[in-house]
């Protein structure tokens, strides 16, 4: 996945302050758990545990999750397959400054697609991105259904919905 930089008259700034050095404080590795898997596979569920349990090791920790993410940063993004890739690229530039930070980020996104996924796991470099695939079948998720979300794709209300029309 390649972005365009449509501004030209931008430099990067180096820091005083680097991802080694803030680790060091935190005395933890910066890092992305990027959780994915169809709606309701309890993706956002597995991520919240994860964070608790970690804030109760003593390292910090931050969810990054989908529907929270389209309130704010993500607002104006659909679901069709551009909106989709931009959605899941804002996030992992998002991922990467928290991993940048220190910050064990826990994101919980379907990101259906590898490539996207693969587009995180290269900003971050080796050892610093882990996929965890929630596995949960589109019989088991639609029981679930807690937004009521596989209801609204059958019947056509939601369209280029995962697992039924997209």
């Known amino acids: 996945m390649k972005t365009e930089q449509k501004a030209t008259n ?3 700034h180096e820091h005083k302050i680097d991802r080694l050095d803030r680790e060091k404080l935190l005395h933890q590795k910066g890092v992305v758990l990027w959780f994915t898997g169809l709606s309701g596979s309890g993706k956002s569920t597995i991520a919240n545990e994860v964070a ?3 804030h109760q090791m003593g390292k910090l920790s931050y969810v990054l999750d989908g ?4 309130h704010g940063l993500n607002k104006n993004l659909g679901f069709s397959p551009e909106d989709r890739d931009e959605n899941i690229r804002r996030i992992s530039e998002v991922a990467n ?3 940048d930070a220190g910050v064990i980020a826990c994101t919980a996104f379907i990101s259906p697609y590898r490539k996207l996924r693969n ?9 610093r991105f882990l996929e965890i695939y929630c596995k949960a079948s589109l019989e088991t998720c639609e029981k679930r259904d807690p937004k009521g979300l596989y209801k609204k ?4 209300v939601i369209k280029e919905f995962t697992g039924i029309s997209a």
């Open 10 to 12: 931008v430099t990067w």
């Open 52 to 54: 608790y349990k970690l």
């Open 67 to 70: 529907d929270n993410i389209r």
């Open 97 to 99: 400054l928290f991993a």
């Open 119 to 127: 587009f995180c796991r290269g900003l971050l470099g080796p050892g």
């Open 153 to 156: 794709a059958r019947e056509g």
